[in-house]
């Protein structure tokens, strides 16, 4: 028995290494390759996005089949209710600690952004939806929609619904519960299968990047992704330290090296929801709670986005910067109230917290063509941002393991 779990330990120590392995040499390809970026876009990225539609394809079900059998194991639609109540607290809190954070570092280094020419710009604000429209989303008016477009907000009300209703029924119910917990093995199984390829995924989606935008990190926009940069990890260095040190009782060291394989494949897809089935594996390493963290995880892959608050909060001083505007400090406290409610309706996929910065820009009445200054570079904020966001969840699901333990044993007293 021992000697198998040490096996599987080293199988997946090995998987970490091979993504690092696969990340330094997609740098140093992607590196190589610069004067050919539309090589590696035509014939690199596609092996890309075929790992991506991969876990595109698991993530769904994943999340579906874990929280139903995640609600059916508590047995206990309160408790399920207190892990929901405890999560968004967190979610929330952090979030704003973050944008705050952005907004701080933000002034602070004001002086070293460039300061660049505004009159030409222009950016079509693509149908950013109001926040009614992102609480209307959340509930799925179809019973396939949610799995078919990977909406994990909707997949999460369905799971909830469908789990919810299984104890409702009772005993009868009961015999459910076997089938439930079986079709979470196949879908966790075939996840699995599917990770195997992430070093692929990596390297594929890796290269075109590097070789795209390889040459403008080194540009004008350097100091605002460098101040957004800083941002990121000391967020994540203090905050999440602190939170999964105090509460989560784990050494934070031992948190980001468990970490890594998901934080080198979020820095490399930009996705947070498709870091989600390698982000299970690793909090469920770390001893998080599987039920908790099948809860916890899709939940802030779509609502908890602390690296994309920092990157609002930076890139919202930088813009009012080119247009010669000086934020006040209410404007500064709505910046703070919008990005973490436009959290909520950015979605887990790349790009997608450029889309929302329109919104916070709007809230304060700044340009929103502003944003045609940060653009060519999103991608390179959007690693970073991603890479953050997942961790966040990640220490949501270790504290709220922890909290929620200490809870059972009172009760239990
Ligand atoms: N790509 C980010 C994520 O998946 C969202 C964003 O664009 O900020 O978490």
């Given at each position: 028995m021992k000697t198998k779990k040490n096996n599987e330990e080293k199988k997946k120590i090995s998987l970490a290494l091979q993504i690092f392995i696969a990340l330094?040499?997609?740098?140093?390809?992607?590196?190589?390759?610069?004067?050919?970026?539309?090589?590696?876009?035509?014939?690199?990225?596609?092996?890309?996005?075929?790992?991506?539609?991969?876990v595109?394809?698991i993530?769904?079900?994943i999340?579906?089949?874990?929280?139903?059998?995640?609600?059916?194991?508590?047995?206990?639609?309160?408790?399920?209710?207190?892990?929901?109540?405890?999560?968004?607290?967190?979610?929330?809190?952090?979030?704003?600690?973050?944008?705050?954070?952005?907004?701080?570092?933000?002034?602070?280094?004001?002086?070293?952004?460039?300061?660049?020419?505004?009159?030409?710009?222009?950016?079509?604000?693509?149908?950013?939806?109001?926040?009614?429209?992102?609480?209307?989303?959340?509930?799925?008016?179809?019973?396939?929609?949610?799995?078919?477009?990977?909406?994990?907000?909707?997949?999460?009300?369905?799971?909830?619904?469908?789990?919810?209703?299984?104890?409702?029924?009772?005993?009868?119910?009961?015999?459910?519960?076997?089938?439930?917990?079986?079709?979470?093995d196949?879908?966790m199984r075939c996840m699995e299968l599917i990770l195997k390829l992430s070093p692929i995924g990596v390297?594929?989606?890796?290269?075109?990047?590097?070789?795209?935008?390889?040459?403008?990190?080194?540009?004008?926009?350097?100091?605002?992704?460098?101040?957004?940069?800083?941002?990121?990890?000391?967020?994540?260095?203090?905050?999440?330290?602190?939170?999964?040190?105090?509460?989560?009782?784990i050494?934070?060291l031992k948190f980001f090296k468990g970490m890594l394989p998901a934080i080198m494949f979020a820095?490399?897809?930009?996705?947070?929801?498709?870091t989600l089935p390698l982000n299970l594996e690793c909090t469920e390493k770390l001893g998080a709670?599987k039920?908790?963290s099948s809860?916890?995880l899709?939940?802030?892959?779509?609502?908890?986005?602390?690296?994309?608050?920092?990157?609002?909060?930076?890139?919202?001083?930088?813009?009012?910067?080119?247009?010669?505007?000086?934020?006040?400090?209410?404007?500064?406290?709505?910046?703070?109230?919008?990005?973490?409610?436009?959290?909520?309706?950015?979605?887990?996929?790349?790009?997608?917290?450029?889309?929302?910065?329109?919104?916070?820009?709007?809230?304060?009445?700044?340009?929103?063509?502003?944003?045609?200054?940060?653009?060519?570079?999103?991608?390179?904020?959007?690693?970073?941002?991603?890479?953050?966001?997942i961790t966040?969840?990640a220490?949501?699901a270790i504290?709220?393991?922890?909290?929620?333990?200490?809870?059972?044993?009172?009760?239990?007293?």
């Amino acid at each position: 028995m021992k000697t198998k779990k040490n096996n599987e330990e080293k199988k997946k120590i090995s998987l970490a290494l091979q993504i690092f392995i696969a990340l330094v040499l997609g740098i140093i390809a992607g590196l190589i390759l610069q004067g050919n970026a539309e090589f590696t876009i035509k014939y690199i990225k596609p092996f890309g996005t075929i790992f991506l539609n991969l876990v595109k394809f698991i993530v769904g079900p994943i999340v579906l089949f874990s929280i139903m059998a995640g609600i059916l194991s508590l047995k206990d639609i309160k408790k399920v209710g207190m892990i929901g109540g405890t999560t968004l607290v967190y979610y929330f809190c952090t979030t704003a600690i973050a944008i705050t954070l952005g907004l701080i570092f933000g002034n602070v280094f004001k002086g070293f952004f460039p300061s660049i020419a505004t009159a030409d710009l222009s950016y079509e604000v693509s149908s950013s939806s109001s926040f009614m429209d992102v609480i209307v989303n959340i509930f799925p008016s179809n019973f396939l929609a949610p799995i078919s477009e990977a909406n994990m907000l909707q997949v999460i009300v369905m799971a909830l619904l469908l789990g919810f209703s299984i104890i409702l029924l009772g005993p009868k119910g009961e015999r459910a519960i076997p089938t439930v917990n079986l079709l979470n093995d196949i879908f966790m199984r075939c996840m699995e299968l599917i990770l195997k390829l992430s070093p692929i995924g990596v390297f594929c989606l890796l290269v075109p990047v590097v070789a795209e935008n390889g040459a403008s990190i080194i540009g004008s926009l350097a100091m605002v992704l460098l101040v957004a940069y800083i941002c990121y990890i000391v967020h994540a260095v203090v905050v999440y330290s602190i939170a999964v040190f105090s509460i989560g009782k784990i050494n934070p060291l031992k948190f980001f090296k468990g970490m890594l394989p998901a934080i080198m494949f979020a820095f490399s897809s930009a996705s947070s929801v498709g870091t989600l089935p390698l982000n299970l594996e690793c909090t469920e390493k770390l001893g998080a709670s599987k039920e908790i963290s099948s809860f916890v995880l899709p939940l802030g892959a779509t609502i908890n986005m602390d690296g994309t608050a920092i990157y609002q909060g930076v890139c919202a001083i930088f813009i009012a910067s080119c247009y010669g505007i000086d934020l006040s400090f209410s404007q500064m406290i709505t910046i703070v109230l919008t990005a973490t409610l436009a959290s909520i309706g950015t979605a887990g996929v790349p790009g997608a917290g450029m889309v929302m910065l329109a919104m916070v820009l709007k809230s304060v009445g700044l340009p929103v063509d502003g944003i045609a200054l940060v653009a060519g570079v999103d991608r390179i904020f959007d690693m970073g941002r991603t890479t953050l966001n997942i961790t966040g969840d990640a220490s949501c699901a270790i504290v709220v393991s922890s909290l929620i333990g200490k809870k059972k044993k009172k009760v239990i007293k």
